[in-house]
């Protein structure tokens, strides 16, 4: 794919490697990395993302949020679309960035740190090219996963989130917005996974307003919010919990704080 030769700053952002126009208009998927020093693992990540997409049109996005240790450099090396945080923003931020800077039909977040493997993106965006959803989630938790690495604590903390996010958007939701939602069992095995993907325009209605971690369950409420349909794929995972910069206890609450105030907020429908 012909990339532009070019740098620039756009607010408050470094861009480098934009996709020309006639590119841009042909782009089945974009993948977006959110990284944050990660220039161990960056380049494998993008090698093995292009040979996974190697037959469809794609562009990578490679979001360099604050990182210290030369993510940046390493990213442009590569040769994908790289935009750069002046400082770290947070997951949630570089996600925003990453779309605004997107042109493709689909869109795959995945992590930097190469606990994803890249291989199984197409197992994840499948239901979306079916036509059958509108938001996936790479689950590491479904029978058919395959996790090499699985802390328990990390395991078990993903579990207790995943039942309580199923709960609210179950019967939670439907209540408070006089239902508009339709009471069914939505069930989520696994609402922190970075491997999702989502379509383009599904992801325009979503009103995020994470800037962080939360950013992946609250994306569940939206997309529940706007009766888009969410399914789950079998991914594969290095789940170590060395290279997380996920706070369980930490990021857990503000999860919790974030999922109520959006409860309040759409009470009676609003």
Known sequence: MLRQNCSRITGGYELEGAATSDSASRLMVSTIIPARDEANSISSVIHKIRESLSGMPHEIIVVNDGSRDGTGQVASRSGVI???????????????????????????????????????????????????????????????????ISPLTRRLSNKLASFIISGVISFLLPLITLFKCSVRWIKITDCTSGFRAIKRDAWQKLNLASRGFQIETEMIYEAARNRFVIVEAPISCNWNKELSHLSILRDGWKTLKLLARKLIGDVGGR
Do not use: C, Y
């Open 82 to 148: 790289l935009v750069s945080h002046q400082r770290n923003l947070g997951k949630g931020a570089a996600m925003k960035t990453g779309v605004q800077n997107a042109s493709g039909r689909v869109i795959v977040f995945l992590d930097g740190d190469g606990a994803h493997h890249p291989q199984d993106i197409a197992r994840v965006i499948a239901p979306i090219l079916e036509g059958k959803a509108d938001l996936v989630i790479g689950s590491r938790a479904l029978p058919e996963s395959n996790v090499s």
